[in-house]
């Protein structure tokens, strides 16, 4: 079991930024790739970026340049950074982990944090 809660979503101005912060709690499972997912109002859920265990990162074309997705093996987080924020940034933001145990590999979802973006 492997359980990630979101924080750091709030209300921020165009152009602001803001930086989300997800942390995962297991006791047997191991953490893999972790990512960051969105999901605006009337829109399905959406890729943002995601971080391998070994650091290799890729981002949605609509964030790239603006974001940076990074993580802290040792705590278990893993961080967006969001630079330049756009009003159609603005969704709840989900953290993504992928957990296995020997060959059991399975998805969990945080429950996400709202990011507003407006003036």
């Known amino acids: 079991q492997v359980q990630l809660v979101e924080s750091g979503g709030g209300l921020v101005q165009p152009g602001g930024s803001l930086r989300l912060s997800c942390a995962a709690s297991?006791?047997?499972?191991?953490?893999?790739?972790m990512g960051w997912y969105r999901q605006g109002p009337g829109k399905e859920r959406e890729f943002v970026a995601v971080?391998?265990?070994?650091?290799?990162?890729n981002y949605a074309v609509t964030v790239k340049g603006r974001f940076t997705i990074s993580r802290d093996i040792a705590k278990n987080t893993v961080y967006l950074q969001m630079n330049s924020l756009k009003p159609e940034d603005t969704a709840v933001y989900y953290c993504?982990?992928?957990?296995?145990?020997?060959?059991?590999?399975?998805?969990?979802w945080g429950q996400g944090t709202q990011v507003t973006v407006s003036s």
């Open positions: 993504n982990a992928e957990g296995s145990l020997g060959f059991d590999y399975r998805h969990y």
């Open positions: 297991t006791n047997r499972f191991s953490i893999n790739t």
């Open positions: 971080i391998t265990s070994g650091g290799s990162t």
